[in-house]
């Protein structure tokens, strides 16, 4: 890896920024896009047919593949722990783009809850330190533990967000889609090692095949929860903060990285978390607020102030 020095952080850290800009403008696009289009069932890939003629979405598209670009320019130049903090500032940009493509005005307490979720991701990040540089599965990896643990969170989030309506059924969907999410960068990472070994060699190994299939129902299931929410950020709140720490726990126990252990970075690890839960609940709190807000304002009054 490229050392932080100075000349590599100055191409690092505008490209993890403006990366995370068009992250933050990719949500926010599709966010608006299906809501335009007719409400589905979930996982149905009709949803995408119906996407796939609207512009906004498209240009979400395009965002979401400038916002790839851009971060692996900066991982390039950058380790992780320098980039991951700017990348997940994709979420108040993403509540900045909603806002104006709504034509409303910042809420102050959604901007609080994202800027706590975003504090406390970064602390996790800096405090667990994740290294290494696998190349593949480790050989004294115990995979199926956490195999069950993440298919078990999906199976249930998804369950929830069948069985239940409005804000509760939009944290199943996100917490699923944040788990594949998850998932499918840990996979990606392991095929990015096969393919230093020969272009080939992906293709010989299950992991390239199984990022086909997590890779496109995240994506399904994250144009799910944005439909499905009034508000974007709580949603994406949740997927932001999930997929990195999903992404670390697989790195840890199946590829063999290493994150600190000792009892005082644990305690921080688990106080940062808390923060990403205060951050999450007061983005829930305060949408479920705004959305009874405007349900029950007069039909030609002006749009709410999320």
């Known amino acids: ?34 809501k335009e289009v007719e409400v589905g069932r979930i996982l149905d890939p009709g949803l995408l047919r119906g996407l796939a003629h609207r512009p906004l979405w498209l240009i979400g598209m395009v965002a979401t593949g400038l916002g790839l670009a851009l971060q692996l320019v900066a991982l390039a130049f ?6 991951q903090p700017l990348l997940i500032t994709s979420l108040m940009f993403a509540g900045v783009f909603s806002a104006r493509l709504e034509r409303r005005p910042l809420d102050r307490v959604m901007v609080g809850g994202a800027l706590v979720c975003i504090a406390g991701l970064a602390a996790f990040l800096l405090v667990a330190r994740p290294s290494g540089d696998s190349q593949g599965f480790s050989p004294s990896s115990h995979p199926l533990p956490l195999a069950i643990a993440l298919g078990t969170l999906t199976v249930v989030a998804l369950g929830v967000s069948l069985l239940t309506h409005h804000s509760v059924r939009v944290l199943g969907l996100a917490v699923a889609t944040g788990v594949l999410y998850g998932v499918t960068a840990g996979l990606m990472k392991v095929v990015a090692g096969q393919a230093r070994a020969g272009l080939d060699e992906p293709f010989r190994n299950w992991a390239l095949y199984l990022v086909c299939v997590v890779g496109p129902l995240g994506f399904l299931l994250s144009q799910n929860t944005f439909q ?48 990403i839960l205060v951050g999450i609940a007061m983005l829930a709190s305060r949408a479920e607020h705004l959305a009874a807000a405007q349900s029950d304002a007069p039909q030609d009054a002006p749009e709410g102030t999320a």
């Open 228 to 275: 499905q929410g009034r508000f974007l950020t709580p949603a994406l709140a949740v997927i932001t903060a999930l997929d990195p720490l999903v992404g670390v726990a697989i790195g840890v126990w199946w590829l063999g990285e290493t994150a600190n252990a000792d009892p005082a970075a644990l305690a921080g690890q688990g106080l940062a978390g808390i923060v």
């Open 78 to 83: 950058a380790p992780l722990l320098v980039v």
């Open 1 to 34: 890896m490229v050392s932080a020095d100075g000349t590599s952080l100055l191409l690092a850290v505008p490209a993890a920024v403006v990366g995370a800009a068009s992250m933050g403008l990719a949500s926010a696009a599709q966010a608006r896009a299906t």
